[in-house]
């Protein structure tokens, strides 16, 4: 059993960064995929971006591709999603999920995923 705890969420402006962080504990990292997704109000949870157990392969929804990176550091059991160019759609709240699937077959449905964090708020401004 892995749990997994994200940080790093805050404050939302149109076109600057944040960096998220998902750590992991009780089993180690690198025996998952691991994703990143999000949820706004109101809206289902989407899926934002994986990578593989090794961090070669990683794959993006379109809404995030060319503007966020997904990478891991297997020693420190720990997944990152820097986030540039930020969007006031953006805001939601990101949540890190680790499967046993390898990221050759592109999960990307929350059903794919056997383990959660609670997940980091982004919260826009104007």
């Known amino acids: 059993q892995v749990q997994l705890v994200e940080s790093g969420g805050g404050l939302l402006q149109t076109g600057g960064s944040l960096s998220l962080s998902c750590a992991a504990s009780?089993?180690?990292?690198?025996?998952?995929?691991v994703a990143w997704f999000r949820q706004a109000p109101g809206k289902e949870r989407e899926f934002v971006a994986a990578i593989g157990r090794r961090g070669i392969t990683t794959y993006y929804a379109d809404s995030a591709k060319g503007r966020f990176t997904t990478s891991r550091d297997n020693a420190k059991n720990t997944v990152y999603l820097q986030m540039n160019g930020l969007k006031p759609e953006d805001t939601a709240v990101y949540y890190c999920?680790?499967?046993?699937?390898?990221?050759?077959?592109?999960?990307?449905?929350?059903?794919?995923?056997?383990?959660w964090g609670q997940g980091t708020q982004v919260t826009g401004s104007s």
């Open positions: 999920a680790a499967s046993t699937r390898p990221a050759v077959l592109r999960p990307t449905r929350t059903g794919d995923y056997e383990h």
């Open positions: 009780g089993r180690t990292l690198s025996a998952y995929t």
